[in-house]
């Protein structure tokens, strides 16, 4: 079982800056590759961004590219989404996502952009940009 907890949302001015942390329970978060999904009011959950188990390779949904960086540091079981020039329309609650790696990936290279594919989901944390 891994809880994830995620910290850092808030209210912030079109143009300005947020980092989302999500830290995770447990001794194996190296074990699982993260991913960052958010869900605005009478929407369906998108995904944001994801990252590999090993850090090696990342996922951007198209519109956060250049904009947003997930990164994580194994060592402390926390990922992190930093977003810059946030628009209005990144309002949403973020929520992080956790996946154990699949047998096949040895050198935890995956990516998954599935909500689908995750295993485990913090609470979530409200960005709302305001115009």
């Known amino acids: 079982q891994v809880q994830l907890i995620e910290s850092g949302g808030g209210l912030v001015q079109a143009g300005g800056s947020l980092k989302l942390s999500c830290v995770a329970s447990?001794?194996?978060?190296?074990?699982?590759?993260m991913g960052w999904f958010r869900q605005a009011p009478g929407k369906e959950r998108d995904v944001v961004a994801a990252?590999?188990?090993?850090?090696?390779?990342?996922y951007y949904a198209h519109s956060m590219k250049g904009r947003f960086t997930i990164s994580r540091d194994n060592a402390k079981n926390t990922v992190s989404l930093q977003m810059n020039s946030l628009k209005p329309e990144d309002t949403a609650v973020y929520f992080c996502?956790?996946?154990?790696?699949?047998?096949?990936?040895?050198?935890?290279?995956?990516?998954?952009?599935?909500?689908?594919?995750?295993?485990?989901w913090g609470q979530g944390t409200q960005v709302t940009v305001s115009s």
């Open positions: 996502s956790a996946k154990m790696t699949e047998s096949a990936d040895y050198s935890g290279s995956y990516t998954y952009t599935s909500g689908d594919e995750y295993d485990y």
């Open positions: 447990g001794r194996t978060f190296s074990r699982y590759a």
């Open positions: 990252i590999s188990s090993s850090g090696g390779n990342t």
